[in-house]
């Protein structure tokens, strides 16, 4: 097993932006000394007071003991030259996203620094491989790909150039680990693992609002308090920044020669265009500005509670349903499910969306009073459903089908008949996404879990997520959005395809 960097290794961290100086604190409190360097005068400095308040705050919260916040405080050293990091064991750098600067300070290292140096890049979408195509000796140089902010966040990505050394990726995993972080490895493809496989997070919902299924604060509602994600979409993005997010989809776009999976949003670009940027800027999809109201989801009238409820088959959505239909001492009557079908009330006929439009579906199945929900992460604990209707949808029909999910307690927002509706159709994008990382030699499934659930917070991997549902209910839902667009963006991952035929999860 390779060992970690022993702590008496000097770590040389360049750049002291929030991700230099959170990568310092990591290093510092882990027993490292720590050259903090910036090419603004006085940057280091400021840095270096910034993080011992922050480690000083942890010790005072009881989080780190007073003797190792201490140390980690004297551990922390600013250099001004880069002469001075000749006996640095590892040189992370956190400059700007430049091919070229990256590659003109490492070159300029390497007559520095000793030999078995290792070089870490912080980048998050520069090919590891052409950074270190500038050097003498590539093999030194990998991705450390910390996300922010490094101190709270458990994920590292650790990225293998072409001429990486196998031994120094592997340094760099059990460094991290040593760190109190969870290391993935992964190949240095566009985006890498996170950047990459998230792309769908923020383009279905895109996809979702030039469409007209409903406005932002429905689609964040739905994608929280059905989907389980700590934010929605487009909050999300706000907060990130457009210019920066829309800056990475377009990198990771570019990068594969214009794949229509990763084709960026003109309703993100007029925001940019128009110096809309989220938090920052006070204006992004949601007004930030002093005074502003904040939008509420759309929701749906409270109907009265119907009579006449079937539930249909054993489903989880049919399951959760009959479990909080009987916790509200709401009566109703069970039949077998032949056609998929969850529920039947009124003449309404109720199915989880398996992409297809609602309309759509009912002409297929005959059934004029199709009402589509969307999935749920748990159905037992979802609080907001969304619902689609057919166009041949009866008025009264649909009427019911809200009041029967109203009645178990949930509240229901009604989208336009959009295929596959917002969670599954996210959903099935990250796992067809995540899968064709690891079908491409990226990453190990493990790690693509892993990565997202830790990289950007999501309540479960997108592979084990689409092993939950059953990668044939993912397949047709797939299938079902290329159908209905007609577009390359929608093309199922051969991994999915091979899973689907040998009946064998993707973990497994």
């Known amino acids: 097993m390779t060992a970690p960097l022993p702590p008496q290794s000097v770590i040389a961290v360049i750049g002291t932006g929030a991700m230099g100086a959170g990568i310092a604190q990591v290093a510092a409190v882990a027993g490292h000394t720590v050259q903090l360097m910036d090419n603004r005068p006085g940057a280091a400095e400021e840095a270096i007071r910034a993080i011992r308040a922050q480690i000083t705050k942890l010790a005072d ?243 009265e509670v119907p009579t006449g409820i079937t539930l249909c088959g054993e489903s989880p959505a049919a399951q959760a349903l009959a479990e909080r239909l009987t916790q509200a001492a709401i009566p109703f009557d069970n039949t077998l499910s032949v056609d998929g079908r969850i529920a039947q009330v009124k003449g309404a006929v109720l199915f989880v969306t398996d992409g297809r439009s609602a309309t759509q579906r009912a002409s297929d199945n005959g059934f004029a009073n199709t009402v589509l929900v969307d999935l749920a992460l748990d159905y037992r604990a979802a609080t907001r459903l969304a619902v689609a209707t057919a166009a041949q949808c009866a008025d009264e029909a649909a009427d019911a089908a809200i009041a029967l999910l109203q009645a178990t307690g949930v509240q229901v927002s009604r989208f336009a008949d959009i295929p596959g509706l917002a969670v599954m159709r996210t959903v099935a994008m990250l796992a067809n996404e995540a899968a064709d990382a690891v079908n491409q030699g990226v990453c190990s499934a493990q790690a693509a879990d892993a990565a997202m659930r830790l990289g950007v917070n999501y309540p479960l991997g997108p592979l084990a997520w689409a092993d939950s549902i059953g990668l044939p209910a993912i397949r047709t839902v797939l299938a079902n959005l290329g159908t209905s667009y007609g577009e390359d963006r929608y093309r199922i991952s051969p991994l999915i395809q091979r899973h689907v035929f040998s009946k064998r999860p993707l973990h497994g």
């Open 61 to 303: 919260k009881g989080k780190l003991k007073p003797e190792r916040a201490a140390q980690a405080n004297a551990n922390l050293v600013a250099v001004q030259q880069l002469s001075e990091l000749a006996g640095a064991s590892l040189v992370i750098e956190a400059i700007v996203e430049s091919l070229q600067a990256k590659q003109g300070l490492y070159a300029e290292l390497e007559g520095i620094v000793g030999d078995d140096c290792i070089f870490g890049t912080n980048t998050s979408s520069i090919s590891v491989t052409a950074i270190g195509a500038a050097l003498k000796r590539p093999q030194r140089l990998a991705g450390l790909h910390f996300f922010n902010p490094a101190p709270v966040m458990a994920l590292v990505e650790i990225v293998s150039g072409l001429a990486t050394d196998p031994a120094v990726a592997a340094t760099l995993f059990a460094t991290a680990t040593a760190w109190g972080k969870t290391a993935v490895h992964a190949k240095s493809t566009p985006g890498f693992i996170v950047n990459r496989v998230a792309r769908p997070y923020y383009g279905e919902a895109l996809r979702l609002l030039t469409e007209g299924a409903a406005d932002c604060a429905t689609i964040d509602a739905i994608m929280r308090e059905a989907g389980g994600f700590r934010m929605g979409p487009f909050e999300l993005m706000d907060m990130i920044g457009h210019d920066v997010n829309y800056a990475v989809t377009c990198s990771v776009w570019n990068a594969f020669y214009n794949d229509p999976r990763f084709m960026p949003s003109l309703v993100q670009k007029e925001l940019l265009d128009a110096g809309f940027l989220g938090k920052k800027s006070g204006r992004g999809f949601f007004d930030y500005r002093e005074g502003a109201s904040k939008p509420t989801p759309q929701t749906e009238a409270t109907r």
